[in-house]
């Protein structure tokens, strides 16, 4: 598959990105889970990839299917929502 640098970049950060299932960046680019982890190899410095290794494994909201909620995600009741590109006030 021909990736684009900007799509790399897109996917290295949904890889990081803890509530972003693998599942997602199948469906939006294409590529299992096995794919990502062989792009995260090469596309990272070997030590920043043992880290992301070490975060990402038995992490069940990085899988849909062992997560322990169904729908949306979690929000906290204190977290301020952004209009605008600004935060609102409370």
């Known amino acids: 598959m021909n990736l684009s640098i900007r799509d790399i970049d897109r996917i290295i950060e949904m890889a990081w990105e ?3 299932p693998f599942e997602a960046i199948t469906f939006q680019f294409g590529l299992k889970e ?3 982890i062989d792009l995260m190899r090469r596309e990272m410095k070997p030590s920043s990839f043992r880290m992301w290794r070490a975060r990402v494994q038995g992490r069940a ?3 849909i299917k062992k997560r322990t ?3 949306g995600r979690f929000k ?5 929502t ?3 590109n600004s ?4």
């Open 18 to 20: 803890d509530r972003t």
């Open 87 to 90: 935060i609102s006030k409370r």
């Open 76 to 80: 906290c009741t204190r977290q301020r």
């Open 61 to 63: 909201t990085k899988h």
């Open 69 to 71: 909620f169904d729908k």
């Open 82 to 84: 952004i209009t605008n």
């Open 34 to 36: 096995q794919e990502i």
